[in-house]
């Protein structure tokens, strides 16, 4: 009957085994880590991004210890990009399986009067509108190969107000709106769309903070304490974009160090 379970299935460490993933954001931080990890786990990975020769040398690393990922050059924030990275990945190996929805910015912490209108379109430009781009894209692709799963990265900030956040909190909170919305959409059409929620973790960005107390305290902030390495959040969407978590689909993964629990 509908509602009986299939059989279990037998996990191997290839979770990913035969399977194509694209990344955007694949240049640094939970992206870079993100592309690895999935490619050690048997996908071949499309890793998209803006920054072309930061691309080349992610895909020449893997190359190197023979596993399988090709580069695309992507702007989220440029439908015409985004459709032809996704393009890319179907043209090179026949299909489009799975897809991680990383990239995003931010432009700091200011209160909403203080706030510039452009840095509201830019985060928004590429957090939410980006991401939309994506899964108008990466669905029709899995709609046409059979099914898939999405996974979009929000933040801790997209379920908790932060004070001077509102700007990038309002991109991360619409993000799990539409992923919960998108979840729906395409439940019985074979694609499983969720979300992952990180807080701090060691990227370009937190690491070039000239302050380390500044670092210390916002590692403090978090009840485990200390700021994850950017694998550590890859595990999370690697979970939900193998068959691992194929009864979840419109959930958001907290990868915060229990910040929420308090």
């Known amino acids: 009957m509908a509602y009986n379970s299939p059989p279990p299935l037998d996990f191997t460490s290839h979770r990913l085994a035969g399977r194509v993933v694209l990344v955007t954001g694949a240049t640094s931080g939970i992206g870079e880590a993100a592309v690895g990890l999935f490619a050690a786990e048997g996908a071949s990975v499309v890793a998209a991004a803006r920054r072309t020769d930061k691309l080349e040398a992610v895909i020449a690393a893997l190359k190197a210890k023979g596993l399988e990922a090709s580069a695309v050059t992507c702007d989220v924030q440029d439908e015409a ?5 996704v393009a890319f990945a179907v043209s090179r190996y026949g299909r489009l399986d799975g897809a991680f929805n990383n990239a995003g ?44 799963s999405i996974v979009n990265t929000s933040s ?37 769309v969720n979300a992952i929620a990180p807080g701090p973790t060691h990227s370009e960005m937190f690491d070039g903070l000239p302050d380390e107390a500044a670092k210390e305290a916002i590692a403090a902030a ?22 691992e978590s194929r009864w979840t689909t419109g959930a958001v993964i907290p990868c915060e160090g229990g910040h929420g629990a308090g």
Not at 81 to 85: D, G, H, M, P
Not at 222 to 243: E, G, I, K, T
Request: hydrophobic share 50%; glycine share 12%; net charge positive.
């Open 81 to 85: 990009s985004v459709e032809a990275a």
């Open 105 to 148: 910015i931010t432009r700091g912490r200011v209160t909403i009067d203080q706030a510039p209108v452009a840095h509201f379109d830019e985060v928004m430009a590429t957090n939410l509108r980006g991401a939309f781009l994506c899964i108008k894209h990466e669905a029709a692709a899995m709609l046409a190969g059979g099914g898939g």
């Open 222 to 243: 978090y009840p485990m304490n200390y700021v994850a390495h950017p694998q550590d959040v890859a595990r999370a969407a690697l979970f939900l974009l193998s068959d």
């Open 156 to 192: 801790v900030w997209g379920i908790k107000g932060a004070p001077g956040n509102a700007i990038y909190a309002a991109s991360k909170w619409g993000l799990i709106g539409m992923t919960k919305c998108a979840a729906l959409d395409y439940a019985q059409r074979g694609i499983r």
